[in-house]
T-cell receptor, first 114, second 114 residues
Framework: DAGVIQSPRHEVTEMGQEVTLRCKPI?????LFWYRQTMMRGLELLIY????????DSGMPEDRFSAKMPNASFSTLKIQPSEPRDSAVYFC????????????FGDGTRLSIL | AQSVTQLGSHVSVSEGALVLLRCNYS??????LFWYVQYPNQGLQLLLK??????LVKGINGFEAEFKKSETSFHLTKPSAHMSDAAEYFC????????????FGTGTRLTIIP
């Protein structure tokens, strides 16, 4: 079975540019999570969806960040405008939607904002 | 609210020695607990989970963990370390009911000494 697929794997862009990260969850999973990982702050949950509906976006840093899930097989995380402090590894994860089911992580997008 | 504390951000053990990674949790309701492993440039993978069945949980790669309610602990062990166990390990907690947000610890980097 294909796992969670994220693209791009690496992104380098200049400050002020729009960045779009993409995620394809595992087929049949109905919960999707976006995380950010940095050395300073560790692993932070940004937002999660259940059945394509945002359930908790309390971790989204500020209005520059937005996430969408237009259908069960695709989600995006957008940063506009980007800033150097947004540099991090962004992970997408999906699960079957029960709290005792594990989350399956993609390999992440390493984002560098110059 | 729930939280996890991982004691020791770095642990080094000799190949063949016992691995012990510590995790203490705080939860106002019965928790579900997870251990994940992260290899370089990869996402997190589930090692094992506790969901209120057996208190001793066996996972992949020879790891196991014991849920001790009296000590609010869920320590991860492996009898004999292998070089391939070198990675970062994360303990995570979610409440037994409510939403399915995971709260992660800050991680423990395990180094295996040949």
């Amino acid at each position: 079975d294909a796992g969670v697929i994220q693209s791009p794997r690496h992104e380098v862009t200049e400050m002020g540019q729009e960045v779009t990260l993409r995620c394809k969850p595992i087929s049949g999973h109905n919960s999707l999570f976006w995380y950010r990982q940095t050395m300073m702050r560790g692993l932070e949950l940004l937002i999660y969806f259940n059945n394509n509906v945002p359930i908790d976006d309390s971790g989204m840093p500020e209005d520059r960040f937005s996430a969408k899930m237009p259908n069960a097989s695709f989600s995006t995380l957008k940063i506009q405008p980007s800033e150097p402090r947004d540099s991090a590894v962004y992970f997408c994860a999906s699960s079957l939607g029960d709290r005792f089911q594990p989350q399956h992580f993609g390999d992440g997008t390493r984002l560098s904002i110059l | 609210a729930q939280s996890v504390t991982q004691l020791g951000s770095h642990v080094s053990v000799s190949e063949g020695a016992l691995v012990l990674l510590r995790c203490n949790y705080s939860s106002s309701v019965p928790p579900y607990l997870f251990w994940y492993v992260q290899y370089p440039n990869q996402g997190l993978q589930l090692l094992l989970k506790y969901t209120s069945a057996a208190t001793l949980v066996k996972g992949i790669n020879g790891f196991e963990a014991e849920f001790k309610k009296s000590e609010t602990s869920f320590h991860l062990t492996k009898p004999s370390a292998h070089m391939s166990d070198a990675a970062e390990y994360f303990c995570a907690v979610t409440p037994g009911f409510g939403n399915e947000k995971l709260t992660f610890g800050t991680g423990t980097r395990l180094t295996i000494i040949p």
